[in-house]
């Protein structure tokens, strides 16, 4: 799938706060990410945020899998007592930047990208993942915009749905489907999304 | 409405590709966008874009208005011969720092933004501005996402309308009311959009 | 000596703090930089910071010019409460991103840069826009760093002069000099310093 | 020395080109420091550039150790075929934000930052680390800014060596030294380097 022996990178981005993170059957979903993560041997990225994000770390890391959070505090201890966010990971990176730079770090730290539930946030991390071209898996039925993102995209932004992105409810199924698509379409060059050097454009 | 005398900032962003950007009404919508805030002596900022957001600055500089464009560009070069982006505002910054980082100086340089039309990479601004608790006025009935903002935040994404955000399809009457909210509520101190020094939550 | 005919915007960058901005020497050089780039019809940036890059914007002011700041706060209440910095430009850009960030928008967004005195803060300066080939121009004999630009760079550093840099401790004919390398080397294209398409080098 | 029980992530900076990176006595310090990471279990952070950080890159990984790049490109192919970079590490994130923002990225990684002989790029992230008050450990005798560092903090820009810089010509003695002041010193706060909440100085 990828040319280098360096392990796969899943970015698992969604609802860090609202009522989404109390949904029983968002958070099982997100555990059953996590696990799955960790026993196909993917380092799992998010953003260090509390709810389903946390909750896919911390299955993966009760999996033995390498979990990395890229926080928008600048210490462990703004991190902590600012953010109010967990620290289970095992390398956390403080950018310091914020949430909105932070957004854009842990995606491109990201060889693909999860969403589960997601509220304002999570769709400001689809946007950027979507103009960057990045492959992305959407876990449905999982509250907040996952059966929504089709419409998002087509509906009110007259864009395509691109070929490698891919949806289901089941995590396992969407890995599947995921690595499938990382294997069949090459990965962008330019943040602008493109494979080649075409021009540019973006709405 | 602000203490110091500087001058009202105005960030005009919406669609620059797409199906929109032909959209007569909103061309039309953009371009006496652009002449009221020249009008009423605000300096317009947009993304150095092509599309809605540059009708707006052509017609304020037609009409004497001042125009700031924040370029994703490294270079003048770049601007024009990669990003193939207009260049006829008074001050460009090129930031070199591509479409996303832009987005976020965009909307930082602004003390309130308009969003005409708009695709995906408006949905990006939009989430920033939202998140970070900006002023914001929606042109409604110009295409894309104009119509639709309430529904992505109450529907999808289950936050709230924040009482600083207005709609009118009429650009004029918008900034009006972009005045009146400005001068009601107090902007956000800190860039998770807080006025006060609450604890943290994000979605 | 650039193709568009929009004003020329040099950055003014140097000792925010520490005895050098106590010198009234170097403040003079300032206050005469500002007053020179006014009378020449220059937008004069700088990072919205105190001491002697202050100088040079009341003094730009004072004579009419055009004042831009790039803050590294948030909001114009974190920018005077926080970072107790003066807000006296006609247009503060906000940036949010910290002094480190704000220092990279701060000399993109200038055409040129003039260094005056000068510590940690601008030697950090000093090295972004040498890394990036941007013109720069240092008043020497203004304390700090000023007279000891060259064995940084030849000395210690054991790069090379650029042709686009310029040394006077004279405000006014440093500006002469820096119009007269900005007439004669291009610019760069991309953010590694690059006038054309060579590979990438850096130390 | 840190209350949770992540790694300690040791960046190292240091000559990418330029005469420095052929200077054997300093090859020889870098894979010394690298195997010496590896050893006590710390993570080598880099800028995944060329030169003496890729010696310390190679050799930690030689010895068992985890290596993370931080890339300046924003894909892999970007890194190898435009950059000219290294791509030996265990993980690398492409952060797609070129050298001086990556630079930025690159400290804020690090729990403590070593650096090694070292050019204009170097004394930028020098310049990063010691505003941000970052544990800083010199190894002396290496050539580039190496012998120079406290001639440039004190004489030039008339700041004070901060405790929690250490220098040693010796690796492994220099991680000692680092060890020890970051059991002594608190680390920062915020990203003006604070450890309290004092009024902001700069310079």
């Given at each position: 799938?990828?040319?280098?022996?360096?392990k796969l990178k899943i970015g698992v981005?969604?609802?860090?706060?609202?009522?989404?993170?109390?949904?029983?059957?968002?958070?099982?979903?997100?555990?059953?990410l996590g696990a799955e993560c960790a026993?196909r041997g993917y380092i799992l990225i998010n953003?260090?945020?509390?709810?389903?994000p946390n909750?896919a770390v911390v299955s993966a890391k009760?999996h033995?899998g390498l979990t990395i959070g890229?926080?928008?505090?600048?210490?462990?201890?703004?991190?902590?007592?600012?953010?109010?966010?967990?620290?289970?990971h095992d390398?956390?990176?403080?950018?310091?930047?914020?949430?909105?730079?932070?957004?854009?770090?842990?995606?491109?730290?990201s060889?693909?990208?999860v969403?589960?539930?997601?509220?304002?946030?999570?769709?400001?991390?689809?946007?950027?993942?979507?103009?960057?071209?990045?492959?992305?898996?959407?876990?449905?039925?999982?509250?907040?915009?996952?059966?929504?993102?089709?419409?998002?995209?087509?509906?009110?932004?007259?864009?395509?749905?691109?070929?490698?992105?891919?949806?289901?409810?089941?995590?396992?199924?969407?890995?599947?489907?995921?690595?499938?698509?990382?294997?069949?379409?090459?990965?962008?060059?330019?943040?602008?999304?493109?494979?080649?050097?075409?021009?540019?454009?973006?709405?």
């Amino acid at each position: 799938m990828k040319k280098h022996d360096r392990k796969l990178k899943i970015g698992v981005m969604g609802s860090a706060s609202g009522p989404q993170i109390q949904d029983p059957v968002a958070r099982e979903k997100a555990r059953k990410l996590g696990a799955e993560c960790a026993r196909r041997g993917y380092i799992l990225i998010n953003g260090a945020c509390p709810g389903l994000p946390n909750d896919a770390v911390v299955s993966a890391k009760e999996h033995g899998g390498l979990t990395i959070g890229i926080s928008p505090a600048f210490s462990e201890y703004e991190h902590t007592h600012e953010y109010l966010s967990p620290a289970g990971h095992d390398i956390i990176v403080f950018t310091g930047l914020g949430f909105m730079e932070r957004d854009i770090i842990n995606i491109r730290s990201s060889d693909a990208i999860v969403i589960i539930g997601g509220g304002i946030g999570t769709l400001n991390e689809l946007t950027i993942a979507y103009d960057e071209g990045r492959p992305i898996g959407i876990i449905t039925n999982s509250g907040g915009i996952s059966n929504s993102v089709p419409f998002v995209i087509e509906g009110l932004c007259k864009r395509k749905i691109p070929p490698n992105m891919v949806f289901d409810d089941d995590p396992k199924k969407l890995l599947d489907k995921l690595e499938a698509v990382m294997r069949e379409y090459p990965l962008p060059i330019h943040e602008d999304g493109r494979v080649r050097d075409n021009h540019l454009t973006r709405g």
